[in-house]
């Protein structure tokens, strides 16, 4: 077998090489969505709509307070309630003192006594009837708190005598890494830096930098806490068939939960049934927080003392519980030379709750020859910070902001600027060059084309202007606005899947993993029917329910290049079979039957459009229904389908895997696609509010596999992106820290009136490490898009505006008016 | 029914009130057989809470809580479950219903308002194979899917009453909808396209 796979890549550095002259499926558009009816129609079922019999509701107490402590509770009101089932307590002996480990190493508390975020889950879980009862009950719930003081700002939280946001942590706090942590003699809101990155990147020679600089800019950036708001609250379901337990997850890993559940109650994997329902959004996040698994584990636990299933469910205050990972203040200090090249930057970042390292798309996607990054982190009494679409927020914001203040600084054209520092680790387009001819690669420049593309549509060469220049008929300031960076995926992961012929010829991919919307089902299927030369149609992918092969689920925008992969392997491999049932002589009990095409080998053969056909002569032709269907088995029965007890031959059966890369990033592997937005905006002076008119993105995918699924993915994030640039932030009350914008009504994230229009371009240079030179776009746009607008309104008002989310009253103060 | 009068100390059966007419009577005696002359023929009063609504055409007949939302009834005990829960609060738009013609935040209504009344959800818009449904499939108008009935049905109610929209009257009518995916930009071309099959038809 291992002949067929030779052209594919064996490491994650190497480009596709088997890539077809011309595509029959895979990049046509019309393909019709597998999941488009059911979600049209509304049934699509996703866990929020299971109801199982017997099904018992739970739901967590949540800490008022923004640091406490319980000193004792008092659920005796609580238990009387009619229709209370069950409460679990922190001190329950089964959980008191036990930690269950995560699936990303670490170990939780099941239900911590402590809240270090006011509407932090802790202490108990009510299990009742129904939701609203269960929630009546946590009311009668009588908590003794220890309130504490606490601390709501990095910068704050940093400084000596502050409130400790985490006091009960010891020297080395969760998630340490040891080596890289000298605990400081009095305990303080310092955390080891997060991602394995170090506390400073030093590259270069930041002095010798600032001294060839011949302008040198400074300013300081900030973006506030905000959040997921994932359309289907979070949710669960477990139910115990004796010593056998099913799982219907609203969760990114699934197939993790067959760990887990193991490690926690010692039960077989074999035994363990995992349902992947539909998913309402699931932008990372809670996935990705160590504590995501632990409402499971209640249920499950709840599920085996009741003898009922039972939902854990979040309502949508509970949401509110976790944000994205950029909350940072920078300070930055670039030097540029007078022709664009920028020749040192210096940043130094504080963050709250997670980090990541600011400086990382520098290295990875410009020739900056000297970088200096410094990474502090404090823990603050906000909820747990994780990559929602996506981890690249804080280099694409670091990136964003210093081009934009850059260009202006020189009065250059800042698709100019981005284009004569596009390279990679100090190096310059040249050095990427010889990267990808001695991998393989198509040589192009992605940037390049991106940027010609982006610019031609929204006519950027008659439209942008100098700063403040252009005051519009309607009293308000026009500015032009771009950002720029890689088009990443991190090409990790791995995945396995089968794939089966059913008798009518029509063909099953059989995995599970979790759908988040991006139409995967359907491209999957596009690749599938490519290789092995069937229509889409005939294709068929249903990821919902466990059948014990796992995909890789939606991931850092690298689902595609690997499962891809596994989908390439697994229809070379059926083909392979198929020509080989198609000459090879069928033996029944009592007779022979010759085959499809008699007398002639598989290499004779080919597929096309659901047919096998001689080469040679291609009007010879069979479908593939014709050539695997059961060839009447049985003498009594005249069917052709003659069930499954008497099936002529052996069904083609196959089953792949792929493992696309190391997890993370490999060294010496570079980002050669790119991506370019551009925007026009109306900045308000009288009231601070800002009006898109158009945005248009040019996003290098390489190969779109599903055209319509990277647009999708263009105009969601370009939504998301304006949401998070303008509006989107957890508001805290300063006394209390008590959230004051928990629900969607005062949490506003953007409507179809945000933008005026939204032109997407898909640029595919091949130059991606996907399948057909493919990369991923999940989080591209969603990521960079966040800081689309800085420059735009500079560009209107000549006045910056650094902050996060742009509001109007910090538009006013920029000009002055407030 | 039996009428109870309490006094401090315990809860004594007087009188029983009829549950027709509201005249009270000494005996069970006496109420029986007032009954049966005065009111044999009618049907039994409903109970508290009851309500008779049509949903997608059919009649039914259910007990309702007082704090039952009408998309509770929906949902969780009709089991038609494209009517979905984002907000809980009116703010976005997924729980819409179509109630005597008008688009409604089923999460916002209570189900004892909803008596005598006709309410179309998004499985009634499918199965009676509206155009939205089809151009919304072949727009690409979904990515997670979530929030896409509450668009189809809130759509639906727009061309009920207009025919002709233009662009603009599409994003105000939608402006309520929200979707964190944001596919908002295909909206408007399937919508467009769904009017004109139902212009021409």
């Known amino acids: ?303 085996r003392r009741t003898g009922r299933p039972v939902k854990w469910i979040f309502n949508r205050r509970d949401d509110f519980t976790f944000g994205q990972m950029d909350v940072m203040t920078s300070d930055y200090r670039i030097g540029a030379k007078r022709d664009g090249t920028i020749t040192a930057v210096q940043i130094k970042s504080i963050y709250a709750n997670c980090s990541f390292e600011g400086a990382s798309h520098l290295l990875e996607n410009t020739r900056i020859p000297n970088i200096l990054s410094e990474t502090i982190l404090a823990q603050v009494n906000k909820g747990p910070t994780m990559a929602i679409r996506c981890e690249q927020s804080p280099p694409c914001f670091c990136l964003s902001q210093l081009f934009n203040h850059v260009a202006a600084e020189l009065g250059m054209d800042p698709a100019e600027v981005a284009l004569m520092n596009d390279g990679v680790e100090g190096k310059d387009m040249e050095h990427l060059a010889e990267f990808k001819r001695a991998h393989g690669f198509p040589v192009k420049d992605s940037l390049r084309e991106c940027i010609e593309a982006g610019k031609k549509e929204i006519g950027w060469d008659q439209k942008w202007h100098a700063p403040g220049a252009k005051k519009l008929p309607n009293g308000r300031m026009h500015g032009m606005g771009f950002v720029w960076s890689q088009e990443w995926d991190d090409t990790r992961g791995a995945g396995a899947a089968g794939l089966m012929f059913q008798a009518d010829g029509t063909v099953n991919i059989i995995a599970l993993r979790s759908d988040i919307g991006l139409n995967a089902e359907t491209a999957y299927c596009q690749i599938v029917a490519e290789e092995l030369g069937m229509r889409t149609e005939d294709v068929f992918y249903r990821q919902q329910d466990d059948v014990y092969l796992p995909l890789m689920t939606p991931d850092g925008s690298c689902n595609m290049s690997t499962n891809g992969y596994v989908m390439k392997k697994i229809a070379k491999l059926a083909k392979q079979k198929l020509l080989e049932l198609a000459v090879t002589t069928t033996h029944l009990i009592e007779r022979d039957i010759p085959p499809a095409f008699p007398g002639l080998k598989p290499a004779d053969l080919d597929v096309k459009d659901s047919f096998v056909f001689v080469k040679a002569d291609p009007n010879n032709r069979k479908s593939v229904k014709d050539v695997v269907k059961d060839l009447k088995g049985s003498v009594i029965l005249p069917r052709e389908y003659a069930g499954i007890q008497n099936t002529s031959h052996e069904p083609i059966f196959v089953f792949a895997w792929h493992r696309q890369g190391r997890f993370g990033l490999e060294p010496g592997r570079y980002r050669l696609c790119r991506q370019a937005h551009f925007c026009e905006i109306e900045v308000d002076p009288e009231t601070g509010e800002i009006e898109i008119t158009k945005v248009v993105n040019a996003n290098d995918v390489g190969k779109a596999i599903s055209p319509e699924a990277v647009e999708g993915q263009q105009y969601g994030g370009t939504y998301m992106g304006v949401g998070r640039n303008l509006s989107e932030e957890y508001v805290w009350d300063g006394p209390t820290g008590v959230i004051l914008n928990g629900n969607l009504l005062d949490y506003k994230f953007a409507t179809i009136q945000e933008i005026g229009s939204v032109e997407t371009i898909i640029v595919e240079t091949g130059m991606g490490y996907g399948p057909y030179g493919s990369i991923g776009i999940g989080e591209d746009v969603g990521t960079i898009t966040s800081y689309l607008l800085h420059g735009a309104i500079h560009n209107a008002i000549g006045k910056w505006v650094d902050d996060g989310p742009i509001t109007p009253d910090k538009v006013l103060k920029a000009l002055g008016k407030a | 029914m039996p009428k109870k009068e309490m006094n401090a100390t315990k809860t004594v059966l007087t009188r029983y009130s009829c549950p027709y007419c509201q005249n009270a009577f000494d005996s069970f005696e006496a109420i029986k057989s007032h009954i049966l002359i005065a009111h044999a023929t009618e049907s039994l009063p409903e109970p508290e809470g009851t309500i008779q609504v049509t949903i997608n055409g059919q009649k039914y007949k259910f007990q309702v809580e007082p704090d039952w939302t009408l998309y509770y009834l929906i949902h969780d005990v009709l089991g038609l479950t494209g009517t979905k829960l984002m907000c809980d609060r009116g703010a976005c738009g997924s729980c819409t219903v179509i109630m005597n013609g008008r688009p409604i935040l089923s999460c916002m209504t209570l189900a004892v308002e909803c008596n005598g009344k006709q309410i179309e959800t998004v499985e009634g818009i499918a199965e009676a194979k509206h155009p939205l449904i089809e151009e919304y499939v072949k727009h690409h108008c979904m990515q997670c899917g979530y929030c896409t009935p509450g668009f189809v049905v809130t759509a639906k109610a727009l061309l009920d009453r207009n025919l002709n929209p233009t662009e603009q009257d599409i994003r105000e009518a939608l402006g309520g909808n929200l979707c964190r995916c944001g596919t908002y930009p295909q909206h408007p071309k399937a919508i467009l396209e769904a009017a004109k099959i139902l212009r021409e038809a």
């Open chain 1, 1 to 303: 077998m291992e002949c067929i796979f030779e052209e594919m890549p064996s490491n994650p550095m190497e480009h596709d090489k088997y890539i077809p002259k011309t595509f029959h499926e895979v990049g046509k558009r019309g393909v019709r969505r597998i999941d488009g009816y059911r979600k049209a129609s509304g049934k699509a079922v996703y866990t929020r709509d299971i109801r199982l019999p017997g099904m018992l509701y739970a739901k967590f107490l949540t800490s008022p307070y923004p640091n406490a402590r319980i000193k004792g509770m008092n659920t005796t009101k609580a238990k009387a309630l009619l229709g209370v089932r069950a409460i679990l307590r922190y001190d329950d002996p089964e959980i008191m003192g036990k930690k269950i480990t995560s699936t990303q190493g670490s170990e939780e508390e099941v239900l911590s006594e402590y809240a270090y975020f006011q509407g932090q889950p802790l202490g108990a879980v009510v299990v009742a009837d129904s939701e609203e009862i269960a929630a009546e009950a946590l009311g009668l719930i009588e908590v003794d708190w220890e309130v504490r003081p606490f601390v709501l700002d990095q910068e704050e939280a940093l400084k000596p005598g502050a409130a400790l946001a985490r006091p009960q942590w010891s020297a080395a706090p969760k998630g340490t890494i040891m080596e890289d942590w000298t605990p400081s003699s009095e305990a303080s809101n310092q955390m080891p830096v997060s991602f394995g990155f170090g506390p400073v990147l030093r590259f270069g020679d930041i002095e010798k930098g600032f001294n060839e600089a011949d302008v040198i800019v400074e300013f300081t950036a900030r973006r506030n806490y905000h959040g997921c708001s994932d359309a289907e609250m979070l949710c669960g379901v477990t139910r115990w068939e004796g010593e056998c337990v099913e799982l219907w997850l609203h969760h990114q890993h699934p197939y993790e939960h067959k760990w887990t559940m193991h490690e926690w109650f010692g039960i077989p994997m074999n035994q363990i049934k995992i349902h992947s329902p539909y998913n309402g959004a699931m932008f990372g996040g809670w996935n990705w927080m160590d504590y995501s698994m632990v409402p499971q584990y209640v249920s499950a636990l709840m599920a």
